[in-house]
Nanobody, 127 residues
Framework: QVQLVESGGGLVQAGGSLRLSCAAS????????MGWFRQAPGKEREFVAA????????YYADSVKGRFTISRDNAKNTVYLQMNSLRPEDTAVYYC????????????????????WGQGTQVTVSS
């Protein structure tokens, strides 16, 4: 199993930047695709970004393309979400998730593709 812990959330002004981190336990982090999801108040959880095991491919929701960047450091067992040009509508609880793969394919934007989830970190963007 994999345990995931998000950090880096907080309060930021619109137009500002924030970097989220997700630290994973265990020694098999590099074997998982990683994803970020978010859930705003009263809304369903939605896909944000995903990355393959060796960072060869990334995938973003249209709402964050050009503003957010997902990356990972397998030596540190950590995945990051760099968020720039933040907007109030980005306010949500952000979750990282791990997707075990037995074959190489495109990252998934489906919640059910992911096997492990972190507890979430709150991001609040003020106007």
């Amino acid at each position: 199993q994999v345990q995931l812990v998000e950090s880096g959330g907080g309060l930021v002004q619109a137009g500002g930047s924030l970097r989220l981190s997700c630290a994973a336990s265990g020694r098999t982090f590099s074997r998982y695709y990683m994803g970020w999801f978010r859930q705003a108040p009263g809304k369903e959880r939605e896909f944000v970004a995903a990355i393959t095991r060796s960072s060869s491919r990334t995938y973003y929701a249209d709402s964050v393309k050009g503003r957010f960047t997902i990356s990972r450091d397998n030596a540190k067992n950590t995945v990051y979400l760099q968020m720039n040009s933040l907007r109030p509508e980005d306010t949500a609880v952000y979750y990282c998730a791990a997707d075990y793969r037995t074959y190489n394919s495109a990252p998934s934007d489906r919640e059910r593709s992911y096997d492990y989830w972190g507890q979430g970190t709150q991001v609040t963007v003020s106007s």
